[in-house]
């Protein structure tokens, strides 16, 4: 599909992360959209307030904010009513939501002919998502940062964010190696010895290594990894891919097990070394689909995997 095709819509866009709010900016800035922008709060404090203040920030000129919490009160239920029949009766040429396995974001698109929706990345979300849409023969249009191929009757636009890290030029460069944390202990999905092992690993090839924990970590494996020598633990009140824009940093390297962030953050850092650990995972419900993101990584010339014994 040409860009040409898509220019200078008006378009109605709906988000509900920090990372689909990168992914409006920068189809707003790409495209030269005319956009109504509705960022929906879901009552996460964490989430909301990285919304409200990244929208700041980037200077949206056009943006409205909607309540609707995960766990629907009268007020939410309102909310949706309201929006649903704003969604029905108004027309735009386009319409660009985020991730589509959100119930709300879902239940929207039934309001709208297909062919007028793109959906934005949240994350490797999208390649999941495009995997239903392979078995249901019923695919819904892309504007994604990753390498898929188009079904039959789907347009796929891809971006590399060159808007966005244009917005952020920053003469103060700082070159860092990072660690991208996870909840994988939490969530029994590898043991904290493990875990820890490999940060012990990574932290050892660095003077400073900048531990960026994830937002479920228990106290207990933040007071151990606290305890590892060359860290330093940043608590960014953004999400990561905005933060290490904003505060200038260019990583050296980047290191992970599983996070999507391994993706987004080689998108918009092409020459930075991405390093994604692969230990022994415990047996869950989620093996699968964690063989899966590990397939697609090796497959990702631009991704190291090490496995770890």
Not at 71 to 91: A, C, E, G, H, P
Not at 191 to 207: F, N, P
Not at 228 to 233: A, H
Request: net charge positive; hydrophobic share 40%; charged share 20%.
């Amino acid at each position: 599909m040409s860009y040409e095709e898509v220019l200078n819509k008006n378009v109605l866009i709906v988000v509900e992360s920090p990372f689909q709010l990168l992914c409006a900016y920068e189809a707003i800035h790409s495209l030269k959209l005319n956009y109504k922008l509705i960022v929906r709060l879901s009552g996460h404090i964490n989430n909301d307030q990285q919304l409200k203040q990244m929208a700041d920030n980037l200077s949206f000129s056009n943006v409205i904010f909607i309540k609707i919490k995960t766990k629907k009160d009268v007020l939410s239920l309102l909310n949706m009513t309201i929006f649903y029949i704003q969604l029905y009766f108004r027309q735009f040429d386009y319409y660009y939501f985020g991730d589509y396995l959100s119930g709300f974001l879902k239940l929207s698109s039934k309001f709208i002919n297909r062919k007028k929706i793109f959906l934005l990345d949240d994350g490797v979300a999208t390649l999941k998502i495009q995997q239903q849409f392979l078995q249901n023969n019923s695919p819904l249009n892309l504007y994604t940062v990753f390498d898929i191929k188009a079904m039959h009757m789907q347009k796929i636009l891809k971006h590399r964010f060159l808007h966005l890290t244009n917005h952020f030029k920053n003469s103060n460069i700082i070159n860092k190696n990072i660690y991208i944390g996870e909840n994988l202990v939490e969530l029994s999905i590898l043991d904290a010895k493990k875990y820890l092992d490999i940060v012990r690993e990574v932290a050892k090839e660095s003077k400073e290594l900048f531990y960026f924990p994830h937002r479920l970590s228990s106290p207990d494996i933040l007071n151990e990894i606290k305890k590892i020598k060359n860290i330093s633990i940043v608590y960014p009140d953004v999400c990561i891919e905005y933060y290490v824009l904003k505060e200038g940093i260019l990583p050296s390297k980047v290191y992970s097990i599983l996070s999507t962030a391994l993706f987004t953050l080689n998108i918009l850092f092409p020459k930075s070394n991405i390093i994604a650990y692969k230990p022994i995972f415990n047996v869950t419900k989620r093996s699968e689909d964690i063989e899966h993101l590990f397939n697609i990584m090796k497959l990702d010339t631009s991704i190291s995997v090490i496995e770890y014994k």
